[in-house]
């Protein structure tokens, strides 16, 4: 017979299982500090001794870093989904950045629609309150804040369409576009007319979500990244005109 005798689970796999479900869903985040071990246990309602146990596993499975005197935390688990080689060759080349906006576009147009069909109210609150927020930084016309809540709201969209997969994948191309590998978001929003086309965007896109309208929010992201990709496209070609001019320039004054 193919039966086994069912034996209890130690707590400290127990304990593995749930922050290893909390990293895989995006809610424990890399660089996340966990609570010093008395709260933990408590919260976990488990001993130390279990707590450490289970630590120690995660440790070894290279998710959770101790730092000495700081504490434990979550591990850089994105870091290596590109080498430093590939990450430099990305920001040589012009061609890598529309190529990102391309890939954007799919995997955003497709988690917009998720979203719109599959996330909970609470994830339509959180994309709302982030809007929210975009309006207040707009109004005060904090270019370094709206580029931060302008990642900040196209993460929301892909965790409220609950694909682990996409969610850790985009995740890690944030983290390149926000140390500007591919392009620098706060240019995007330098130009007033820029930032108000860019904030109706992400209006058009919000609303569509808070209808559920699938289809349409797919549009809105796929019409709001097709507009980031032409403007990129028109800086990329007004600096070189204005270095071919100021060579003419230099050129007349040595002249």
Same mark, same amino acid.
């Given at each position: ?105 799919? $995997? %955003?147009?497709?988690?917009?629609? *998720?979203? =719109? ?5 609470? #994830?339509?609150?959180?994309?709302? @309150? /982030?809007?929210?927020? $975009? %309006?207040?930084?707009?109004?005060? *016309?904090? =270019? ?5 809540? #302008?990642?900040?709201?196209?993460? @929301? /969209? ?98």
């Amino acid at each position: 017979m193919p039966f086994r005798p069912v034996s209890p689970e130690k707590l400290s796999s127990a304990v593995v299982r749930q922050v290893e479900e909390l990293i895989l869903r995006g809610i424990l985040q890399p660089g996340k500090r966990l609570p010093p071990e008395r709260e933990l246990a408590e919260r976990l309602g488990v001993s130390r001794p279990s707590l450490r146990d289970a630590i120690a596993q995660l440790q070894a499975a290279g998710l959770l870093a101790s730092k000495p005197g700081a504490g434990v935390f979550v591990a850089d688990v994105l870091g290596s989904a590109f080498s430093p080689a590939l990450t430099a060759l990305f920001a040589r080349h012009d061609e890598a950045t529309m190529d990102y906006l391309s890939f954007r576009r799919d $995997m %955003e147009g497709l988690a917009a629609e *998720r979203a =719109a069909r599959l996330g909970s109210d609470t #994830d339509l609150a959180v994309i709302s @309150a /982030i809007f929210a927020k $975009m %309006e207040a930084a707009h109004d005060s *016309r904090s =270019a370094e804040d709206e580029a931060a809540l #302008d990642a900040q709201f196209h993460m @929301a /969209i892909i965790e409220a369409s609950h694909n682990v997969v996409m969610l850790h994948m985009m995740r890690s191309m944030y983290e390149l576009l926000r140390g500007g590998v591919f392009y620098n978001r706060q240019v995007m929003f330098k130009q007033q007319t820029k930032r108000a086309v860019l904030l109706d965007q992400h209006r058009t896109i919000h609303d569509a979500l808070i209808a559920r309208d699938a289809a349409g929010a797919r549009e809105a992201v796929e019409a709001h990244l097709n507009y980031v990709e032409r403007a990129l496209m028109d800086q990329q070609k007004a600096e070189r005109h204005e270095d071919v001019a100021q060579q003419r320039l230099d050129h007349e004054l040595g002249g």
